[in-house]
């Protein structure tokens, strides 16, 4: 069975550093990945998404991941954080047989200034 | 052109009474699934509909239900409401196939609390 562990349930960084959270995986076969942010009081927002096609993705509001097969992680990055990056991130698989979404527990990224 | 709409936005109910939630997914999606966020569990699934049936089905009790209409509009119903019930109700639509058909929109959810 497929699943994810997001191995930081907090991040913070200073305004204009780089962003990484970090997401290990678990599957029989090629997953489709997935990476959504929620911010407060809001619903989930896709940022990216892996299905095979290239290895390294690139999502919304400059963010990106790269998937790598070897060690079975999907870590999402950002050069410069931003302000209004703070929220909650998730990562996500998608069951191979039922299609339905596996949440991690989520990290919640903090921006200073 | 419109995302996922969900009401209400915010509702509060007494222990016992049941609540029906509503979701109207992005034009053309056919797939509606629901999931449950509380602060100890997580996001967890509930169920999910595709063309006006139950497609795959998550580990909730049998208060919990959903209907999916002809227009792809869903709702869920749960009755004999439980304190524990209290969580954002997350509905998320897709085209329904698989790779990169199956992107999910969310909504932005429902808030419910159980008094």
């Known amino acids: 069975a497929q699943s994810v562990t997001q191995l930081d349930s907090h991040v913070s960084v200073s305004e204009g550093t780089p962003v990484l959270l970090r997401c290990n995986y678990s599957?029989?076969?090629?997953?489709?990945l997935f990476w959504y942010v929620q911010h407060p009081n809001k619903g989930l927002q896709l940022l990216l998404k892996?299905?095979?096609?290239?290895?390294l993705v690139k999502g919304i509001n400059g963010f990106e991941a790269e998937f790598k097969k070897s060690e079975t992680s999907f870590h999402l990055t950002k050069p410069s954080a931003h302000m209004s990056d703070a929220a909650e991130y998730f990562c996500?698989?998608?069951?191979?047989?039922?299609?339905?979404?596996?949440f991690g527990t989520g990290t919640r990224l903090q921006v200073f200034p | 052109k419109a995302g996922v709409t969900q009401t209400p936005r915010y509702l509060i109910k007494t222990r016992g009474q049941q609540v029906t939630l509503s979701c109207s997914p992005i034009?053309?999606?056919?797939?509606v699934s629901w999931y449950q966020q509380t602060p100890g569990q997580g996001l967890q699934f509930l169920f999910e509909?595709?063309?006006?049936?139950?497609?795959n089905k998550g580990n909730f009790p049998g208060r919990f239900s959903g209907r999916q209409f002809s227009n792809s509009r869903s709702e869920m119903n749960v009755s004999t409401l439980e304190l524990g019930d209290s969580a954002l109700y997350l509905c998320a639509s897709s085209l329904g196939g698989s790779g990169l058909a199956n992107t999910i929109y969310f909504g932005e959810g429902s808030w419910l609390t159980v008094v």
């Open positions: 034009s053309g999606h056919r797939s």
């Open positions: 509909y595709f063309s006006e049936t139950q497609r």
């Open positions: 599957s029989s076969y090629s997953p489709s």
């Open positions: 996500v698989v998608s069951d191979e047989d039922t299609d339905k979404l596996i």
């Open positions: 892996y299905t095979s096609a290239a290895t």
